[in-house]
């Protein structure tokens, strides 16, 4: 069956970074897109970034352009995301979720990974 696991998320101060990893297991990985997500405290879900099935392309929310990189390693089966220069506004659960053809439809999502920014 599918599955998709997170980790790395944590506690860092603004402007310290993080790195997030995605294991993916039970379909092709190197055959869909993938996505990072998030959901901050009382708010609904927010797209972070998008990559292409074979790393050609990657898109990102206005709100994380410059800030944060999407790639993935199709040999590992595992989708990133490094995040610099982090805020206090980026303090939410992040999820990894497989796309379906179509692009911004996902049929499957991860756990999720917290990440807090305080001081």
């Known amino acids: 069956q599918v599955q998709l696991v997170e980790s790395g998320g944590g506690l860092v101060q603004p402007g310290g970074s993080l790195r997030l990893s995605c294991a993916a297991s039970?379909?092709?990985?190197?055959?869909?897109?993938m996505s990072w997500v998030r959901q901050a405290p009382g708010k609904g879900l927010e797209w972070v970034s998008s990559?292409?099935?074979?790393?050609?392309?990657?898109y990102y929310a206005d709100s994380v352009k410059g800030r944060f990189t999407i790639s993935r390693d199709n040999a590992k089966n595992t989708l990133y995301l490094q995040m610099n220069s982090l805020k206090f506004e980026d303090t939410a659960v992040y999820y990894c979720?497989?796309?379906?053809?179509?692009?911004?439809?996902?049929?499957?999502w991860g756990q999720g990974t917290q990440v807090t920014v305080s001081s």
């Open positions: 979720a497989k796309g379906v053809p179509g692009w911004g439809t996902y049929d499957y």
């Open positions: 990559i292409y099935s074979d790393d050609s392309m990657a």
């Open positions: 039970g379909f092709t990985f190197s055959s869909y897109y």
